[in-house]
Each structure stands twice: as C-alpha cells, then as structure tokens.
C-alpha cells in the first residue's frame, strides 16, 4: 500500500463528517496516472450508509447494490403521499414525477428523446420485454422457425432463461458465445463474438437476436459493446438487445454512441437508487413495437406509458432518480468522479489480494468496472458451482466477509489451476478494512487447510472441526476490528465437510 | 367497537378495592383512527375499493422488513426471503382454503394474474392447442386492464372474445346467470370451444358481487376448458373458499381489503396438469420451479409486501369477529350509508343489498347530467378539489329509453361507488350529501365542468 494513501478513517466514536481523499504516489501503476484528488463535500458517507451492518466486509455491491438514507428518505416521502390520498396521487403527481424520472435518465445516457426511455423494476424484466417481442415475431412469421439469437456464454442465469421460455420455445435456435476466462485482451471477445456470427448465418439462417453484456455479471468482465454492436450491423442482426445491467454508475454509458436497438441499466446497482429500478433505452420506439408484459389500461400507448402504470404498486422507486443524482453531484466530479474513484480502488484492492495470496486477476484492470474477478488459493480446491456457494456462505456466515464466489472450470492439462474467483466491489462506502478482513479470511482458510471434500466425517472429527472454527470466527472477529492485522497461523488440519452447517456460528 | 365495560364483581378483590373498568380485548375507536392517523386529513374518503388502505403498524412491519433487506441484502435473498414468502403463503392457503401451498402464487396485484392466466392462453393457441376462432368469455364490465391484456394476448394469437353484457340496475343474480347462459351460447355457436371464461367475483365499475360458484358450475357443464376468476376486490370483503367456488385459476389482490401495502396478490391455481403450464412473464433462473417459485422471485425488487400476511391477520383479529366481523360491518355500514344517500337525493342503489359487498353504487340525481365517461371522471375530479370527497363515478348509459328513475322523474346515468371500511365514519358519508346537495342548490351541471 502506497504510504501517502489516506482512506476513509473511521473512528467509531468520532461521528464527525468522513473524508476520502487520495494523493498519487511515485508508485502508482499506469492506469492510476491521471486519478485526481476526490473529496467528498458535506457529505458523512457513514451516516447515509449507517443502515448498513457494521459487522459485514460488505464487498458485493454488484449483486444488490446500495442506496444513502437521505434517498431512502426521499423515497419515503413518496410513500406516504400515495398512503394519504392515492386517488390525488395517482391521478395528479404519479405520472409527472415519473416523467421527471425519465427525463433525467435520458440526459444521464445521452438520448436523443425522453420517448426512448421506459421505467421497469429491472434488468430482468427489460429482458423479458424484449425476448417476448422477439417471440411474437416467431409467431406472427416474421422471423423463421430455426432463425438464431446469438448470447455470450457469460450472460446472466435469468436472461438465459428467458431466452429459453421466449425464443427456444417459439422456435429459434441460440448460439452461445464462449470467451475464455481468464481473459487478456478484448481481441478475444471480438474474434469469439464473429464466429459466432458467422455459424449463426450459416444454413441460410438470420440472426434476429444479439444479447450482449456491456459488463458480464459472473465472471465480470467489461466487454467492448461498441465495437461487439457494429459487426452486428454489418452483418445484418435485426435486434440487437445490449443488457448493462451494472454499466450505469460503473462505467460511462452513451446510448448513442453504443448504437443498440434496446439498452437496459439497473439503477440500484451502482446509481444509489433504492430497489428497484431500470430503464430501458428503446431505439426507436415507434417502430419497436415492445410491450410491458402486465397488460394495463395503457396498453397500446407506447412501451414508456404502459411501464408507468402495470396495476396498483408501490412506484416511488422510480420517482427519485432526480434526488440520486443530487446525492451524486455532492461529490467533486460528480458520478464520473465516483467511477473513476471506484474503478481505481477496487484494481487496487484486487492486486493487493492476488499480492498475498499469490494467485492472479481474471482480466486486466481496463477490462474490470468497479468490479474485479480475484483469483482464490487453488488449495482450497473449489471444484464446482456448489462448492463456490458453499465458500460463500461459509466467508458471510463465519467471517461476516459478503462476497460472490466463482467456479471456473479448468482447461484439460492445467497445473494447480485457478478455479475460485471472489467477485470484489467497490463502491464509495467501502473501505480498506472490508478487503483486509477478506484477505485474512482466506489467508486463515488457507492456513488451516480448509478444503471441500467429498468424504464422510467422523462425528468427532465433524464436532472438533466446528469447536475451532468457533474459536478461529471468534478471534478473527476481536482482532480484526483493531489492529486490521492478518492473524498467526494455525496449524491445525481440519477437513471441512459437505454437510457442514455453517449457521451454527450465528 | 371495543367498549370501556364495567366489571360485575366477579372478582372479589373488587369488593375491597374501587372497581376497575375492565377493557374490551378488541380495538377501540381510537386507536383504529390512530392506525389510520397518516390518511390525509379533511378528505371524505369514500374509495377503499380503487387502491385500498393500510394501517400504521403494519407499514411500520413493512419498513423493518425493508430494512433489513437494505442492511445485508445478500443474506437477506439466501437466509430470509424465501421463507418468509412460504410463510405469507400458506397463510393464505388456509384463508381461502386451497388444499396445498403450491398452489398458491403471490404476485403484485390482479392486473400481473391476468397477464400470467392470458399469457398461457396466447401459448395455447400459438402452439396450436386452441384453434383459431376458439372463444374467451368475459363480462362487459370486467376491468380495463383484464379486457386489454385479452387483447394484448388473445385476440392477438387469434382467439375470439364474447363480451357478456350484464345488466345494470341489477335486480338479482338470474339476470347475471341468464346473460352468461347466452353467453356461452355465442362462444361454441359454430362449432367453436370456449377455451376460457374470465368471471369477476365482485365487478369493479360498476360494482356488483357476481354469483361466481354458480357460473363456474355453468362452465363446467358447458364444458368451458378453464376458469379464471377476477376476484380483485374479494379477499377480505366476501367470503372466499376456492375449493367451493371450483375455479381453475383465482386472483384477489390483498392491498385492497386486506390492510396489506401496495401491492400484494394472490394468484390460486388448483392443482392439475394445466398448472404446471403458467409461467410468471418476467423469466428469472427460477423458471421452471413452478408459477409460486418463479413469482417468488422476478430480480431484485422490494418484497416486504409480500411479507406481511401474518402481521395482517394479527391486525384483523384485534376487531370483534375477526375478517367476518369486518366483513359483516362494513357490508352492513355501506349499505346503510347508500340508502341514506339515496333518500336524501331522491336516488336508489344499483342492486340490492344482498349484492354489494364493502361498496355500494348509489344513484346521482339526474340532473346533475352524467351523460358519458369524461362527465363521471371531471365529476370525480370537482368532489375532490372542491368539496374534499373522494369517490369514483360511473356514467350507466340507458339501455333503449329504460333505467332507473330519480324522484323528479329524470333517468338515472351517474352513479356514486361509495366503498366503507373500517376508517370510515358517518361524517364522510354526510359531507358527500351535502356536496351533491350543494351542487344541487348551486344548479350544477357535468356540461359546466366542460368549460373549465
């Protein structure tokens, strides 16, 4: 660690204003050579993020991201309006206060047209909005039975799926895009993606469909839309559906720039936005002819209305986009100076980790976000997708660290293989602690040889092992909340074992 | 409700010491005002029916369920969500008496079940199992979003509607069960099958219990392939068994009557091979686990109203009766209250008693001139910005030259939705006659509001 870098102290007595502010050393790597000094003005960031636990390393803002109470706050008062008076509500101050929502989205993005932008819970169902138009087209025999839709391999689980419940079953044929991981360059994303292309047009087929990530989920990855969208177009892809659902907040998004038909970003994620909301950027909407899939009365009226009322809700979510973007404005730089602070902080939080664990990235720090993919010990023999959930809530449930876990198969003939990646956030609430208490979690893992294996315990083995997790938890979490130093080593060998339930440490 | 009794001298401390007033287990006056302290002052709120009420404790619940999502979501989805669904959910399977869990879904609210129900419709007959031309049944007055999600999946998968038309005054329900009998007829006229029927269990606009256990009987004996019954309104002011009414698929929102938060539904589905089939149409890595599972998780999202079911029912059992009991007031309260209206106005209810269930339509004189749909709304919008009364007004076209007559003999066209529950007191009632008296005295007429 640099000796001029100053994080965020926190004095747990002192609930004075927090400061975080980083000078650039003579040691700084390339990519950090042109950071600037970030203050936070006015701003006690504890204080809008003192509802989270204080116990949790909490180092997973991309699955569920995070929102400052006075948001919340905001949010709150929406709320209650709607619970005094909802006729009055809804008939006088719903619809504008979306559109409020809207408009601010679309200078967010750089849109041409506030017509553009449709309000939804999610990236999820933006997903289902698009496919589902998709499905119709199979239908109504605009597209042929065996006509392709083209996906990367790493999309996430639930736009897969509804690939499958939409364009599989109504006859088309999916092509999935495998890049490797580790990854060293965009070149080998380009290269896989045009091949994919390719097999999707063979056979007189169309490719109706392109789902691109602008920035995988798991293993996260920043992948080059902007090129990935304009071979789509030279090669004749009807729709092409780019889902970044981590982009806004995390990287820059241009609408216009990236050129896709749909364009969808959650807002809670890294927008400080309360659950849920997102958007879905729309082209050229008159011609799209996208539906909400909840049928309401303002079917018919364009994808933006009928998004704005799907039934009796709670909507105020979706109202506070202005207020997210004061909270975001209070910083100096505003939310390109919050990316580029995350950016910088979370590559250098991650090559501190592969430092002392001695494994490596998953990509290079340009193609991480405000994310990154750290290698884990190959000792602790991660082997599978279960075994990786299981890490999970072993670090949450005994080291109070929150952080995704990552199988990555290993290729045929690979020596002591990388196959656990920890998923890392950062966003501006975190700090250094939350990455050391991961460092010793996994250090002590190590340490005590903890393993998966597929054996049956003794029961006396089983009952000795949790004994000394207990009391490793137990000094783990008086140690480090002082002096943030890596434990001594235990030398005891336990084996952990499938049925091992982890909860007993709560 | 809930009396300050004075105890009998049972207890024989009471001989020596000055006697106590007992208290009444039950929920006072006061303190239901009090849960319903955040419900804007000064305003008659006659429209429980459109977006329903909640009370304090139970928005107090919710914020704590959303906090601690906020504070560590990831444990919150792993070790929590789930469980907590399950909970709500098989509390209401015993509330509408479903034979197992899995068959009940919760989803945000009725508008999201039809597009479930019809979603699987509109695959149906993409997939060639429903032939083109084959028929949906729906009455006339089903709600907007229902007949526009019809055609958002039906008509546009090619499937035909026949609209029931339901008569309105109402009298009794063999008027109901004479339409549909015709109904029905039209949809197999042809050679046709009618693949669905969507029955209301309690009509929205206007509002009128529907005789569902009867209907649904109808369609099984017209051999109608599927039932769907829109029982937005119905969870919490009729009674509801699913099992009795024998429906395939059954949709009440919670929000409404049942003091839960926006928004929460449940979506029945009886068991059979026709219920593995729906699907929530916002796909998760769920899907496939079947409609509850699916349901139970659409992406991130806020929950906690799907989380309160058994802090809800602890609420309800603070009154006398429980849900009956509230049930039975409010019924007997809005009916009360309707005919009080009626009287002073010269009016007259839309159906009789025995059909209104928490709401009620209550006639408008005629000359305030209700003459089309935009009259009821601007109607609806002038009560609430000049006079504080919130309720929904129907515009009833005459049907060739016949309807209801006020006591000056003029036709009656517009209709007041006046709903009641247990926030509700008299003076709300009193201030709606009194602004209709008022825009009497003042010769209103709904063309006036045209100029504005």
Not at chain 1, 323 to 328: I, M, Q, R, S, T
Request: glycine share 6%; proline share 4%.
């Amino acid at each position: 660690m640099a000796s001029n870098d100053v994080h965020s102290h926190r004095d747990e007595e002192n609930g004075g204003a927090t400061c975080i502010a980083t000078t650039d050393t003579q040691n700084s790597s390339n990519h950090r050579s042109d950071c600037k000094k970030y203050e936070i003005i006015d701003i006690d960031i504890r204080s809008e993020f003192s509802h989270h636990d204080r116990d949790v390393a909490r180092i997973n803002n991309g699955s569920f991201g995070s929102c400052p109470s006075s948001v919340i706050e905001s949010q709150q008062c929406y709320q209650l309006r709607f619970l005094q008076q909802p006729d009055d509500f809804y008939f006088n101050h719903l619809k504008p206060s979306i559109l409020r929502s809207r408009q601010a989205i679309k200078t967010l993005i750089k849109a041409d047209h506030v017509d553009e932008i449709s309000i939804i819970d999610n990236a999820t169902t933006a997903a289902a909005i698009v496919l589902q138009h998709v499905k119709w087209s199979f239908f109504e025999s605009k597209f042929n039975p065996g006509d392709t839709a083209v996906m990367l391999h790493y999309a996430y689980g639930a736009v897969k799926k509804s690939v499958e419940a939409y364009v599989t079953r109504a006859g088309g044929h999916v092509i999935e895009v495998k890049m490797p991981f580790p990854i060293a360059s965009n070149d080998e994303i380009i290269t896989a993606f045009r091949n994919a292309l390719e097999l999707g047009k063979s056979d007189n087929r169309k490719v109706r469909l392109a789902v691109i990530d602008h920035i995988t989920s798991m293993p996260t990855v920043v992948i080059p839309v902007k090129e990935l969208v304009k071979m789509c177009r030279e090669e004749g892809v009807d729709h092409i559906f780019v889902d970044a659902a981590h982009a806004i907040g995390s990287i820059e998004v241009d609408v216009k720039e990236i050129g896709a038909d749909f364009y969808t970003s959650n807002l809670h994620k890294w927008l400080f936005c309360p659950p849920s909301i997102a958007f879905l950027h729309c082209r050229n909407p008159e011609v799209a002819n996208l539906h909400h899939p909840v049928v309401s009365h303002e079917y018919g009226n364009g994808l933006a209305i009928e998004s704005s009322w799907i039934g009796t809700r709670d909507y105020s979510a979706q109202l506070v986009v202005p207020e997210a973007l004061e909270f975001v404005n209070r910083f100096e730089g505003g939310l390109d100076g919050i990316i580029k602070w995350n950016h910088q902080k979370v590559v250098e939080m991650a090559e501190m980790l592969v430092k002392a664990w001695g494994t490596n990235l998953g990509s290079p720090p340009e193609m991480c976000s405000s994310m990154a993919m750290v290698g884990l010990p190959p000792s602790l023999e991660i082997t599978s997708d279960s075994d990786a959930l299981k890490l999970r809530s072993h670090l949450r449930d005994c080291f109070r660290v929150e952080v995704p876990i990552y199988y990555r198969q290993p290729k045929d003939g690979e020596v002591n293989p990388v196959t656990g990646y920890a998923r890392i956030s950062h966003q501006i609430y975190n700090t250094f602690d939350d990455y050391y208490r991961f460092r010793d979690a996994v250090s002590n893992l190590v340490n005590c040889r903890f393993t998966y294996s597929n054996g049956d315990p003794t029961p006396t083995e089983d009952w000795i092992g949790l004994v000394w997790f207990g009391l490793v938890w137990w000094k783990m979490k008086e140690s480090s909340r002082f002096d943030e130093t890596p434990l001594t080593n235990f030398d005891f060998h336990v084996t952990v074992t499938n049925h091992l339930n982890s909860k007993i440490f709560l | 409700m809930g009396e300050i009794r004075r105890s009998h001298g049972e207890d024989p401390e009471d001989d020596h010491h000055h006697k106590k007033p007992k208290l009444s287990p039950f929920i006072t006056q006061s303190q239901i005002q009090q849960e319903f302290a955040h419900h804007q002052q000064g305003v008659a709120r006659l429209n429980n029916g459109s977006f329903g009420s909640c009370p304090g404790s139970i928005i107090a619940s919710q914020k704590r369920w959303q906090l601690k999502f906020l504070q560590q979501p990831d444990d919150f989805f792993f070790n929590q969500l789930p469980t907590q669904i399950l909970r709500s959910r098989t509390l209401i399977k015993d509330l509408i008496n479903a034979d197992d869990v899995s068959e009940v879904s919760l989803v945000d609210n009725a508008t999201t079940a039809a597009a479930i129900v019809l979603q699987h419709v509109g695959w149906a007959f993409a997939e060639g199992r429903f032939h083109k031309g084959d028929a949906v049944v729906m009455l006339h007055c089903a709600f907007q979003a229902v007949k526009k999600s019809i055609e958002a999946y039906v008509t546009r998968a090619g499937g035909s509607v026949i609209v029931v038309q339901l008569p309105f005054p109402i009298h009794s329900n063999e008027e109901i069960i004479s339409e549909f009998r015709k109904g029905l007829a039209r949809g197999k006229a042809n050679g046709r099958k009618v693949r669905l029927a969507i029955i209301d269990h309690i009509t929205s606009m206007p509002s009128v219990i529907i005789p569902v256990r009867e209907l649904v009987r109808i369609c099984r004996e017209e051999g109608v392939s599927e039932v769907f019954v829109d029982a937005a309104h119905a969870v919490g002011s009729v009674s509801v068994d699913v099992k009795d009414i024998g429906a395939d698929f059954y949709v009440s929102n919670l929000h409404k009557w049942f003091f839960s938060p926006p928004s929460v539904a449940l979506l029945y589905c009886r068991k059979s091979s026709l219920s593995s089939e729906l699907h929530h149409p916002v796909v998760s890595h769920e899907y496939g686990n079947g409609l509850a599972i699916e349901s139970a998780w659409i992406g991130t999202r806020d929950y906690s109203s799907q989380l309160l079911v058994p802090e809800v029912l602890d609420f309800i059992n603070r009154f006398e009766g429980g849900i009956e009991g509230i049930r039975n007031k409010n019924h007997n309260a809005v009916v009360e209250m309707g005919e009080m209206l009626a009287k002073a106005w010269g009016t007259s209810l839309g159906s009789p008693p025995e059909m209104c269930p928490s709401m009620a339509m209550v006639g408008l004189p005629s000359c305030l001139g209700v003459l089309s749909d935009t009259d009821a709304s601007r109607l609806r919008d002038h009560l609430r910005d000049e006079f504080s009364v919130e309720v929904p007004i129907h515009y009833q076209p005459l049907k060739d030259e016949v309807g209801a007559r006020d006591e000056g003999g003029g036709f009656i066209t517009g209709y007041a939705r006046i709903s009641h529950q247990v926030y509700n007191t008299i003076d709300d009632y009193i201030k709606f006659r009194d602004a209709v008296n008022q825009l009497l005295h003042d010769g209103f007429d709904c063309k006036m509001l045209g100029r504005e």
